[in-house]
């Protein structure tokens, strides 16, 4: 993908990138893995996370870090890192965690999954003092076999909220 830019997001693609963020996510994991998320668990989650206003603040976060990849004006992918969120013993805030790796439907397959996730591993091993986290839903196998060919196994589990309906996910580390 030769003509394919990527470069941080300022706050004018945060309409943008929500819209990616949300239409990913039905794409991926209610259209595709067919999870039977109640309709206003669904509702509650995808404007917690996607909205404009939720993304525009989560592009504020101090210490994360986020990329986009752009074709023509058009957001076909995103990665965002920061200080780890995720529930293991070992794990700390001052350790990085992969928040979200997204790369739209009609963009999948070419590459571009895999140059975001170098880019945030690069910038993961700068910003940590410990391992490398990342979680990834337990269904999700293309996911999974991504992160073990950069080094990531599996580390423990944990329930993520989509709304009141809980996930069951993999906890990954590296390091
Ligand atoms: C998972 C995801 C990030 C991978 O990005 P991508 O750009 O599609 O993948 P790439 O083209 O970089 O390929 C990376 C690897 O994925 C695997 N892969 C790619 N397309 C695949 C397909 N259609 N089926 C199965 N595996 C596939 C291959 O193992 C490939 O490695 P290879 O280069 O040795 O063939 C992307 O598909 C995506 O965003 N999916 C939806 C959201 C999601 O699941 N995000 C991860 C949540 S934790």
Do not use: C
Not at 119 to 145: C, F, H, R, Y
């Amino acid at each position: 993908m030769s003509d394919v830019v990527i470069r941080a997001p300022s706050p004018a693609d945060a309409e943008a990138l929500g819209a990616l963020g949300r239409q990913t996510f039905i794409d991926t994991f209610v259209t595709g893995f067919g999870i039977p998320y109640p309709e206003d668990d669904l509702a509650a989650f995808l404007d917690a996370s996607f909205s404009p206003e939720a993304t525009a603040a989560k592009l504020t976060e101090p210490g994360a870090a986020w990329w986009v990849a752009e074709r023509d004006g058009a957001l076909l992918a995103f990665a965002n890192a920061g200080p780890n969120t995720l529930p293991h013993r070992d794990a700390s805030t001052s350790h990085a965690e992969l928040r979200r790796l997204y790369v739209a439907k009609s963009a999948q397959g070419l590459g571009l999954g895999t140059k975001l996730l170098a880019l945030s591993l690069d910038w993961m091993e700068a910003n940590t003092d410990g391992p490398l986290w990342i979680g990834v839903w337990s269904g999700n196998l293309k996911a999974q076999k991504l992160y073990a060919m950069h080094g990531f196994e599996k580390a423990g589990e944990y329930q993520y909220p989509v709304g009141a309906w809980r996930d069951d996910e993999f906890i990954l580390r590296r390091g």
